[in-house]
Every structure is written in structure tokens, then in C-alpha cells.
């Protein structure tokens, strides 16, 4: 995958905030399920790590939604629009568009 293309993005905010915190500058992505804040410092080496992300959305998206998501091979965009159908009923594979690649399983949530 190219840089910054990860599907993980997908379940946060699109217009991530590039600010400082405690004098080091950072991007600020916020989670569509819950809104919180998670920070990406810009002065470490693993900058471009999305590891933060995906540990935060294994626990409040599920880790079966993630692999759902990584497993569709759909853009960001048609990504993004799942993840807000299902905080809508539950249900992410429903949201993949015709023509995607379905993952083998789905993931519906029982409320």
C-alpha cells in the first residue's frame, strides 16, 4: 500500500488537525464511533505508524469490523462510508459498494 493509505484511517475523522502538544507537533485524528482524540507525534521515527489507530479501533470498533475493512480492498472513500453505515445498524459489509471484493465473513453486532 502507499503512504498513508491505510484503510484504518477510514474509521476516523477526514480532516485530521495539525497543531502542537507540549511544543511537539503532531496530527489529531478523531474517531467517528467515539470521538476521542488520538495524537500522531511528527518528531519520532515511527511517525508514519498507524499502529495507534489500529489498536484504538480493534477496541472500540471490534476487531472483527477491522479485518472486515482490510480485508474489503476498497478505497478510503467507499472505507469511510461503510464505517458511518455501520454506526447506523451494525452491519459493515453491507456498505461495501457492487463490484468490491466481500470478506468471507460479516461482523454484525447484536445491540
Known amino acids: 500500500m502507499k503512504k498513508g493509505s491505510s484503510l484504518i484511517y477510514a474509521l476516523f475523522g477526514s480532516d485530521p488537525k495539525a497543531h502542537y502538544v507540549d511544543k511537539r507537533p503532531c496530527i489529531t485524528?478523531?474517531?467517528l464511533k467515539?470521538?476521542?482524540e488520538l495524537h500522531r507525534f511528527l518528531d519520532t521515527r515511527d511517525r508514519s505508524s498507524t499502529g495507534n489507530l489500529a489498536?484504538?479501533?480493534n477496541k472500540c470498533w471490534g476487531h472483527e469490523?477491522?479485518?472486515d475493512l482490510n480485508d474489503s480492498r476498497q478505497?478510503?472513500?467507499d472505507a469511510?462510508?461503510?464505517a458511518k453505515g455501520f454506526l447506523r445498524d451494525s452491519n459493515i459489509?453491507?456498505?461495501f459498494p457492487d463490484g468490491v471484493e466481500h470478506p468471507k465473513k460479516s461482523c454484525v453486532?447484536?445491540?
Do not use: G, L, S, Y
Request: net charge positive; glycine share 0%.
Open 75 to 77: 478505497t478510503r472513500e
Open 34 to 36: 467515539c470521538k476521542v
Open 29 to 31: 485524528f478523531a474517531c
Open 80 to 82: 469511510r462510508r461503510a
Open 93 to 95: 459489509t453491507r456498505f
Open 65 to 67: 469490523v477491522v479485518q
Open 55 to 57: 489498536k484504538h479501533a
Open 109 to 111: 453486532i447484536q445491540p
